[in-house]
């Protein structure tokens, strides 16, 4: 059976030394002008989190979001939406994943992968998310120059082989937060 070509964004999957799996409370600036969905790969830059390029270093993985509404409503999201602004321009809470010995599930977009990309980086391929939704559309291509997604294996599963639109699992060794 073919693999679908449908990526959703990195989704925590286990722990590399068994510990829990929690996201961490960070900042995004109100007015931020990219949007962020859940699953999306996010760096951190003057102590706020911003969308992560192709080949950028990985503050973590985007949870979701709360803020105040500029309404005074409080606000859950698991999607920031470009250029919100909240109450008197406060810093809005981002939820995101930074341990690094996460490991996440994600899908090779491009390429034809092999058992021989177990140990080597990828690229992220940075597709807008979904807005009826607020999930990611990224997933790893298979380019390896300036790869920042370390591929630790394949999801072993019936509806999954390894080949094009795989599914597989990554880390992210460059990590800000890593020691």
């Not at 030394?17 to 409370?25: E, H, S």
């Not at 999306?40 to 985007?62: E, H, M, R």
């Not at 997604?149 to 019936?158: R, T, W």
Request: net charge negative; with cysteine; glycine share 12%.
């Amino acid at each position: 059976m073919a693999n679908v070509d449908a990526p959703n964004g990195f989704t925590p999957a286990s722990h590399m030394y068994g510990g829990v799996i929690r996201p961490k409370k960070m900042r995004i600036a109100s007015g931020y002008n990219t949007a962020i969905f859940s699953g999306d790969v996010v760096t951190l830059s003057s102590g706020y989190i911003n969308q992560a390029g192709a080949t950028s270093t990985p503050a973590g993985v985007f949870y979701g979001v709360q803020y105040t509404a500029t309404d005074g409503t409080p606000t859950w999201s698991n999607q920031w939406t470009a250029d919100l602004a909240t109450l008197g321009g406060a810093d809005a809470e981002a939820y995101v994943y930074v341990d690094p010995a996460i490991i996440y599930e994600a899908q090779f977009t491009a390429g034809t992968p092999a058992v021989s990309f177990i140990g080597n980086k990828y690229t992220l391929s940075t597709t807008a998310g979904s807005t009826n939704n607020g999930r990611s559309k990224e997933g790893v291509t298979a380019t390896t120059s300036s790869g920042v997604a370390l591929c630790v294996g394949f999801v072993d599963s019936p509806s999954n082989s390894i080949g094009a639109f795989a599914r597989a699992f990554f880390t992210f060794p460059t990590n800000t937060f890593a020691v």
